[in-house]
């Protein structure tokens, strides 16, 4: 399944470098980090929505719509989804409860 997370990663980092006018992805980069992750937001939003009308179509196109702009504000932060699967690798195993409580405090 990630292959297909990684190929998306790949055609949005190639998408940034596009013109504004003619690629979704340069258009929301041009506007800044603030402006991806009010997306990410709304989508995120959206998904829950969707969720909580018990609507399976509308959650995977909301679900999908979710991941392709995370992928498109973690880009934009550099932080490359890799990074992001190793830190799901490992927290696997470890209680959700006991992961959190290892957290710094801040």
Do not use: C, N, W
């Not at 992750?37 to 009308?53: D, P």
């Not at 399976?56 to 490359?80: I, S, Y």
């Amino acid at each position: 399944m990630s292959d297909t997370l990684a190929r998306l990663e790949a055609v949005i980092a190639e998408r940034r470098r596009a013109d504004p006018s003619a690629s979704y992805v340069a258009k929301l980069a041009a506007r800044g980090r603030a402006k991806i992750a009010q997306k990410l937001g709304e989508e995120a939003v959206e998904t829950v929505i969707a969720a909580m009308q018990g609507d399976p179509a509308g959650l995977t196109g909301e679900a999908a719509d979710l991941l392709f702009h995370l992928l498109v504000l973690l880009g934009d932060a550099g932080v490359p989804l890799a990074d992001v699967l190793a830190e799901l690798d490992r927290r696997e195993g470890v209680s959700g409860l006991t992961e959190k409580a290892a957290r710094p405090k801040e």
